[in-house]
T-cell receptor, first 113, second 114 residues
């Protein structure tokens, strides 16, 4: 079975631009979460979606938004990019909400210049 | 606010020895705690989950303990191998229902030397 997939793998943007990151969960998983990981830190929670509804949101500005589609795939959007948004963006899926282990994708490395 | 501390940024262990990693947390009583492994440039990989009513859990060469009184979890790798070299993250679900996601520590970078 395929694991969690994310696209693109790498992305370079300039300040002020907008970016969309994509995630496909493991087949049968209905919960998708997004995390931001800056170098030397642990992942930081951004959003969780379950059955296409937002179930949780971390301490991130409104420039960050996400959605989940009927096939349970998800997109993370970041507007008005700042240099500090440079990070590894991780998507994780699980069967249900945070009762189960999280299966992480390989991440999207975003560099903002 | 919830704080998770892992024992050190880097831990050097000789091959064949037992590596012990520490995770301490404050201001919360989690129902369970998870450990993940992360290799450079890759996403974390789930290793073990231990619940508040479990004192110890094992999986092959891995062992996790959970002391809710001390607010501490210990993660052990016995008969360590160079392939065990990675960053190990502990994580808590502080809301119990997903509203706050998983809260991760910074991780401990483990180096197993041949």
């Amino acid at each position: 079975d395929a694991g969690v997939t994310q696209s693109p793998t790498h992305l370079i943007k300039t300040r002020g631009q907008q970016v969309t990151l994509r995630c496909s969960p493991i087949s049968g998983h209905k919960s998708v979460s997004w995390y931001q990981q800056v170098l030397g830190q642990g992942p930081q929670f951004i959003f969780q979606y379950y059955e296409k509804e937002e179930r949780g949101r971390g301490n991130f500005p409104d420039r960050f938004s996400a959605r989940q589609f009927p096939n349970y795939s998800s997109e993370l959007n970041v507007n008005a990019l700042l240099l500090g948004d440079s990070a590894l963006y991780l998507c994780a899926s699980s069967l249900a909400v945070f009762y189960n282990e999280q299966f992480f994708g390989p991440g999207t490395r975003l560099t903002v210049l | 606010s919830q704080k998770i501390e892992q024992n050190s940024e880097a831990l050097n262990i000789q091959e064949g020895k037992t590596a012990t990693l520490t995770c301490n947390y404050t201001n919360y009583s989690p129902a369970y705690l998870q450990w993940y492994r992360q290799d450079p440039g890759r996403g974390p990989v789930f290793l073990l989950l231990i619940r508040e009513n479990e004192k110890e859990k094992r999986k092959e060469r891995l062992k996790v303990t959970f002391d809710t009184t001390l607010k501490q979890s210990l993660f052990h790798i016995t008969a360590s191998q160079p392939a065990d070299s990675a960053t190990y993250l502990c994580a808590l679900d502080i809301s119990g229902g997903g509203a706050d996601g998983l809260t991760f520590g910074k991780g401990t970078h483990l180096i197993i030397q041949p």
